[in-house]
């Protein structure tokens, strides 16, 4: 699996996942930090990655393109660095692999996680 992080997210997320190994690049090393979400969904989708997010606009995106493609991880709520919800984060990536890689939104809360299957 290959994570392209949000520029909305620390780039700290960058060695906290190549430790569990998981690919992931900040949008700062790929792309313009300026880029629209339109511009990294496109970017992901052509590249094979999943958008690891917290920003609400990804899910909403989703939903109104009705877009298979690519999936998204969406963190929810005010901890948003990997020693605050690492854990949390790396257990919806085990538990929801074959759905992300299928084409799915993930959102991670305080305490529970969800999958829905995509398109929306």
């Keep these: 699996m290959r994570l392209i992080i949000d520029i909305n997210l620390s780039p700290e ?71 605050q919800i690492g854990g949390p984060l790396l257990a919806s990536l085990r538990r929801f692999r074959a759905d992300l890689e299928a084409g799915a939104l993930v959102v991670i809360e305080p305490g529970r996680s969800r999958v829905r299957v995509l398109p929306l």
């Design 13 to 83: 997320w960058v060695p906290f996942l190549a430790e569990a190994g998981v690919i992931a690049r900040h949008w700062a090393q790929v792309g313009d930090p300026t880029a629209t979400d339109r511009e990294i969904m496109a970017w992901a989708s052509t590249h094979g990655y999943t958008v690891f997010t917290h920003d609400l606009d990804f899910s909403t995106m989703l939903a109104l393109t009705h877009a298979g493609r690519p999936s998204v991880i969406q963190l929810r709520g005010p901890r948003v660095l990997p020693e």
